[in-house]
Structure formats: C-alpha cells, structure tokens
C-alpha cells in the first residue's frame, strides 16, 4: 500500500517536488512504525476488555506480547500507516519535513490508535466484535476500515490543508488576489499514477480478506473470496461511473466527447474506499451500487473542494474522507441479514433497505452507522483543535 500511494503522490506532482514528495511517503511508514511500536498499539489494542475503560494502558512498546500478536501488531501497523500517508498527497509541494514527521508520530502514537480503540477493539464502545452488550444490540461495522482508516486519514488532510493553505499561484496571485480561473499543476506522470492505483487495488485485497482474522466465527475464512468480488466489483463500478458522468458533462459542456484517466483512477479508489466498511456483509449487487455513489460523490466534493479553493492535490478529501463517511453508512442501508448473522453471530437489526421489504423501518445499525461517524469526526477536531492551541 506504501508504495501505491508513494507512486500516485509522485505522478500527481510536479518533477521538481518528487523528492520532497517521495520522502514524505517513507517519513509516513518510519514515523508511523515508530508511534505505533511506543505507545499506537497500546492505546488500541492493549489491556482490558472491560467496556467501561476508555482507553487501554498495556503493550506499550510492544511488552507481553506472544508470537501471534506480534503478527497481529505488523497487520495492524499497515492500516496506521496507510491512514497516515493518506495526508502525504494532499499536503504535496508543502510542509516542512521536520513537522511531517511530528505529524506522523502523532497520528500513529495518539489520534489513530483512539479510532480504533472504539471502533475495532473488544472493550469500544462502538464495537461490533463482541459476542455481548454491543451499542443498541449491534454495534457499528466497519470491517476493514471505512472510518477507522479512511475518514481518519482523510479529515486530517482537510484540516492540515486549511491551515497550510493552497499552493503559491494555485487560487491566488503573488499578491494575494482571488484568481479568476484556478491555476492547473497537473502532475508529470499519469504512468505513475495509474502504476500506483494498481498497486494499491491489488493491496486492498490484503486489507479486506485479511481484516477476517479479527472475528472468531469458525466460518469466517469461508467468506474470504465473497470479499475479494465485492472488492472487485465496487472498484469497477467506481471507475466506470466516474468516467462515463465526466464524459457526458464534458460533452455537454465542450462538445467533444473525451475521456479522463485521472478521474477514472480517482473513482476506483473512492469505490475501494467505500466498500471497506461492509465488504463482508453485503451482496455482491449492493457492491456494485456502493461504487456507482462513490464515483458520483467523488465528481461532486472534487469539484467543490476547487470552488472553496481548498487545494488537494491528489483529491484524497473526496477520495478518502467523503467515501470513507458513505462507505460507513451504506453499511447501514445494505447489510445482509445472512451475513450479519454469519459473520457476527445475530441478525436483529439489518440494512435499513432489508428491514423495508419486511414491513419494517428498523434502523438500528444504521443509527450505529452514523454515532460511529460522528464520533470519529469529532474526535479527529477535537484532538487536532487542542493541539493547534497548544502550539500557538
């Protein structure tokens, strides 16, 4: 995944910033590796089950862990690193190296390991991998990462290019004016970023069907290739929607009908990002409908985030952050009560649309679905709120 993203960064740049930006994508997995291996894990994983404890206080620098938590702490340590790098693109040409690297520290040892503390493990409050007194007799799924990864890495680099600002000459001139027409730095190479799109599509594979291991349902690895098509099919939807909505706007708008490849790269990672919330419980057609949003969702935010002259320049806030937010709540809408009940061991509260077709309008998980969002947002500004003002 590391290096998908170190290839997508490098393409979307300009030649003369590839270095910089290369060696914030290696700052990101360092930094992440070493704030995950002091204090991350712990904070996450570590210590008690009890539901009641907001925070764990064991396995700090990896002490008392057996062979096979030890494995389980390198697996975990992909997913940190991944959220942190996503903000390594957005940030491209900016950012003072020393202060990159304190950001990664921090993501990894403090605000990442909170998310996923409530989220994934068994004493959160959020959690759905508990067989017992779960939130409403649910919990929030979100398998492999929707929210924990992706809208953490993504609101974070929304917040970080807020307060850097824009590229020089990007929405304003040497004087600080409004430009009319937002200036385009397209990036060197598509090659490279196509490269990397590949890469990261086959490494989501390792994401999803991996994310298995942490349920302990006999049948769960039965399912391994349910997600791997789900996988598949929401990047395929993604792509193809994001690129035939493009071309038919562009045709409108021009009268030439032409076809972009960066946004087609761009719309099959929204479809990645948003399917990992529910890769393991949904059907394989609601996959397919997943990725037709996310690909229509990325067009939008893609084009609003230039028209609030917010200057991302990998578009990983629509990508990320606005995919992450629908992933997590599609789960909501599309969960299959035969996969709930298979993989989590109870079915009472379904996606909203098959609680419909019953006559009921149930939506338990779905309210699940959207405390887990709005808690994770609140979070993320909260932690970075205070921290700005202890800076200052």
Excluded at 32 to 58: C, H, K, M, P
Excluded at 317 to 346: C, D, K, Q
Aim: net charge neutral.
């Amino acid at each position: 995944m590391q290096a998908g993203f170190a290839m997508i960064a490098a393409g979307c740049v300009r030649t003369n910033n590839i270095q910089n930006t290369l060696l914030k994508n290696l700052l990101d997995a360092c930094g992440a590796a070493l704030g995950f291996y002091t204090v991350g894990y712990a904070f996450a994983w570590g210590g008690s089950t009890d539901r009641n404890t907001t925070q764990n206080t064991e396995s700090f620098f990896m002490m008392g862990l057996d062979f096979a938590e030890l494995s389980f702490w390198l697996f975990q340590l992909a997913f940190c690193s991944a959220s942190a790098t996503i903000v390594a693109g957005t940030l491209a040409e900016r950012c003072q190296m020393g202060a990159y690297l304190g950001y990664s520290l921090m993501l990894a040892g403090f605000v990442y390991p909170v998310i996923v503390h409530q989220i994934w493990s068994p004493s959160g409050f959020l959690t759905a991998q508990r067989e017992t007194d779960v939130l409403w007799g649910v919990g929030m799924v979100d398998f492999a990462g929707s929210t924990v990864v992706h809208l953490t890495g993504g609101m974070t680099a929304l917040i970080a290019t807020k307060i850097l600002g824009p590229r020089a000459g990007r929405f304003y001139d040497l004087r600080g004016r409004v430009l009319d027409t937002p200036k385009d730095f397209p990036g060197h190479s598509l090659a490279l970023q196509m490269l990397g799109v590949f890469i990261l599509w086959f490494g989501w594979y390792g994401f999803n069907t991996g994310s298995i291991i942490r349920l302990t349902n006999d049948l769960r690895y039965t399912y391994v290739s349910k997600i791997a098509i789900n996988t598949t099919l929401a990047a395929a939807s993604g792509t193809v929607t994001t690129l035939f909505i493009h071309t038919v706007v562009q045709e409108r708008l021009t009268g030439e009908v032409t076809y972009n490849l960066q946004y087609a790269m761009n719309g099959c990672l929204s479809g990645l990002v948003a399917i990992t919330a529910g890769c393991s419980v949904i059907e394989s057609w609601a996959s397919i409908i997943i990725g037709i949003v996310a690909g229509g969702l990325y067009l939008v935010f893609s084009r609003q985030l230039v028209k609030c002259r917010i200057d991302d320049a990998v578009d990983a806030i629509p990508v990320h952050m606005i995919n992450g937010i629908w992933g997590t709540f599609s789960v909501g809408l599309f969960a299959s009560p035969n996969l709930l009940e298979i993989l989590y061991g109870r079915s009472d509260h379904v996606g909203w649309f098959y609680s419909l077709s019953k006559g009921s309008a149930d939506a338990t998980l779905l309210a699940c679905q959207v405390v887990g969002i709005i808690f994770t947002a609140g979070k993320l500004f909260n932690h970075y709120f205070t921290c700005s003002l202890t800076f200052v």
